[in-house]
DNA sequence: AAATTATTATATGTATACATATATAGTTCA
DNA sequence: TGAACTATATATGTATACATATAATAATTT
């Protein structure tokens, strides 16, 4: 059975990670209902679903509204995150099978192919199976979640194409030099540099921030 | 406004918390729904939460119940649980302030009071604050956050009174080597001595789990 | 007697109707 | 003309009624 609310959430969460759906942009329970043609019932679950995975936010008399996140808040995400893909780099390089090495070794190649391409969509998803394969090879499923789920709530700030030049290059080199070092087994050594990886990401967020504009 | 989905999402959380709600119970809509005098819509509001944080999980046809973790899983949350507070730990030592400084002695002395007189909800009481006061002191409210909420699943493994013999005394002596490496700014000390006093919590697991036996 | 099918009971999922509180706009009074 | 008060509109929160699917039980047939 396809709840229709579960639809609901989906769509939203994509409106919302794309960037069709704004920080700061309102959603009234009314409009969505006659939107995607149902009632308020299943509306009201997706949109409090969504409160509550801090994606939307509630104004005392003014509906849901698509989070704004201040920069202090998303500073501390990002620390968040990088701490948790760091150790997701070492318990990978502790746990490391010889599958999980070559899945790993793959997806480092597929990066190099999109930055060498100059290929953006291909980059971030290349980047983003790299980063699956180090989770998978952590073999820790609940750290995992916990990375989704604050990557859920860095997407709409990183939908915007704010790629710098010559940015892809470096990641790539980044990511090289991580997977070198949980192939070595050397965790610590790869937790630290994916948090450096991170972070550099991080320091691009007030410019992100500045070029967002809620409205 | 005090909705009434709010207290019961309050309610059904502290009957977890508290282990009057046990791993593995059923929750049949219609029968909260009398318990509390109200219809289903805030019922079924108060449960889609609950299982979109992870306390409740549905099964298909058969409504919602508490969720039960698997060692696994219990295991993977420890670890995550473990990372943060560390994280927490070297933090702090970065941006200790007099008064947060000043926080985490008191908070000490409790556990240290407590210890002594062999006060078990003393102790409780007394080792939250003193994790409270590091999260505080660390200034991250995200970290926070993501603390509480994986707190929040493992407590029901914790509510049974499962404390060994000296536990407490050696407890408050770990408390007191991280409080002493972050006061002296030593981050990634405090970092690893917190880190391997939540894995002592997590080792007692095999023995909490099958002294609950989920119903 | 056993197996299969049909029926009933009970759960969730959705729609609609109703209550209530707040914000906004309009009117009235000073 | 400005301020205050009232009324109305519009939002959320709750209750109730309805639809549907599944599982269990009973009945019928082989």
């Given at each position: 059975?396809?709840?229709?609310?579960?639809?609901?959430?989906?769509?939203?969460?994509?409106?919302?990670?794309?960037?069709?759906?704004?920080?700061?942009?309102?959603?009234?329970?009314?409009?969505?209902?006659?939107?995607?043609?149902?009632?308020?019932?299943?509306?009201?679950?997706?949109?409090?679903?969504?409160?509550?995975?801090?994606?939307?936010?509630?104004?005392?008399?003014?509906?849901?509204?698509?989070?704004?996140?201040?920069?202090k808040e998303l500073?501390?995400?990002?620390?968040?995150?990088?701490?948790?893909?760091?150790?997701?780099?070492?318990?990978?390089?502790?746990?490391l099978t010889a599958?999980?090495?070559?899945?790993?070794?793959?997806?480092?190649q597929f990066c190099?192919?999109?930055?060498?391409?100059?290929?953006?969509?291909?980059?971030?998803?290349?980047?983003?199976?790299?980063?699956?394969?180090?989770?998978?090879?952590?073999?820790?499923?609940?750290?995992?979640?916990?990375?989704?789920?604050?990557?859920?709530?860095?997407?709409?700030?990183?939908?915007?194409?704010?790629?710098?030049?010559?940015?892809?290059?470096?990641?790539?080199?980044?990511?090289?030099?991580?997977?070198?070092?949980?192939?070595?087994?050397?965790?610590?050594?790869?937790?630290?540099?994916?948090?450096?990886?991170?972070?550099?990401?991080?320091?691009?967020?007030?410019?992100?921030?500045?070029?967002?504009?809620?409205?």
């Amino acid at each position: 059975m396809a709840r229709v609310a579960d639809q609901l959430i989906e769509t939203l969460r994509n409106d919302i990670r794309s960037g069709v759906l704004r920080p700061g942009d309102q959603l009234e329970e009314a409009a969505l209902a006659e939107r995607f043609g149902v009632s308020r019932t299943p509306v009201r679950e997706a949109v409090r679903s969504l409160v509550d995975s801090g994606l939307l936010e509630t104004k005392p008399r003014k509906g849901a509204l698509v989070r704004v996140l201040s920069a202090k808040e998303l500073i501390d995400l990002f620390e968040v995150a990088a701490e948790l893909e760091g150790m997701a780099c070492r318990l990978a390089a502790e746990r490391l099978t010889a599958g999980k090495a070559a899945a790993l070794e793959d997806a480092l190649q597929f990066c190099r192919k999109a930055a060498d391409a100059n290929d953006q969509d291909g980059y971030a998803k290349a980047n983003l199976a790299f980063h699956q394969a180090i989770h998978n090879a952590a073999g820790n499923s609940r750290l995992i979640e916990q990375i989704e789920q604050l990557a859920g709530h860095i997407n709409p700030y990183r939908a915007m194409p704010f790629q710098m030049r010559g940015r892809l290059q470096k990641s790539t080199e980044e990511h090289a030099a991580i997977a070198e070092a949980i192939l070595e087994n050397t965790g610590t050594q790869a937790d630290e540099l994916m948090r450096d990886h991170m972070m550099l990401q991080g320091q691009r967020l007030p410019m992100i921030l500045e070029a967002i504009e809620p409205r």
